[in-house]
């Protein structure tokens, strides 16, 4: 089990890292990524402490933590210029705030953060089909969400992903200990969302690349 976007106590989520990191242990998680909301005005805060956290707490743990950011509500004029920030930074994980249907994120962020080229664009709603096209052409992870309101278009998501060759992946898009999904309720998401057990095996291993890419990264 693998989740590449979740929060701490560094933006709206409820725990340190070290718990965070705790808990996903015990689900049996090979990696998770601390991903906390950030614009322009905590980039520089949040991700040296988490990256901290993951040198400090990989040295001890079985699980890896990836140190990330989400990009959240920033103007898509200055996605590229922020995610070029966040990796300069040291994020291992740069994921885009994308398009939810359940808040007011600005027309073309969708967009912005694919050009920019993040590694996972989240909850992306209604995006589409030419997005999902560039997706796929660059790589970016096209994310079937756990949230409740982030999911209700993962099977609009998942379908024009299958039509276009893009990649996908299955986060919690987690806050809290209650948040964080077992390896069945992760593979419920995308049967859920229309992928069969082969599209899912291959969701998977999309993800284990990118957590494990560089893996001696904190």
Do not use: W
Request: glycine fraction near 10%; hydrophobic fraction near 45%.
């Amino acid at each position: 089990m693998i989740d590449l976007h979740t929060h701490s106590l560094f933006s709206d989520g409820e725990l340190v890292p070290a718990e965070h990191l705790r808990r996903v242990q015990v689900l049996g998680y090979r990696a998770v990524a601390i991903t906390d909301h950030a614009d322009s005005s905590n980039l520089d805060f949040i991700i040296p402490r988490i990256a901290q956290a993951a040198a400090d707490l990989n040295r001890h743990s079985p699980t890896r933590l990836i140190a990330g950011i989400e990009l959240t509500h920033v103007p898509p004029e200055m996605a590229a210029e922020l995610v070029a920030r966040a990796r300069g930074l040291g994020a291992g994980i740069v994921v885009g705030h994308g398009e939810t249907v359940a808040e007011p994120v600005i027309p073309g962020t969708n967009r912005a953060f694919i050009e920019a080229g993040v590694d996972i664009l989240a909850h992306p709603g209604l995006i589409s089909r030419k997005d999902v096209a560039l997706a796929a052409e660059k790589g970016v992870l096209l994310e079937l969400s756990g949230r409740k309101g982030h999911c209700l278009t993962n099977g609009h998501v998942a379908a024009l992903a299958r039509e276009c060759g893009a990649k996908l992946a299955v986060c919690a898009d987690a806050h809290g200990p209650g948040d964080f999904l077992t390896a069945e309720a992760a593979e419920r998401i995308a049967l859920g969302a229309g992928l069969d057990r082969d599209e899912y095996a291959r969701l998977r291993d999309n993800m284990e690349t990118i957590a494990f890419r560089n893996s001696s990264a904190s």
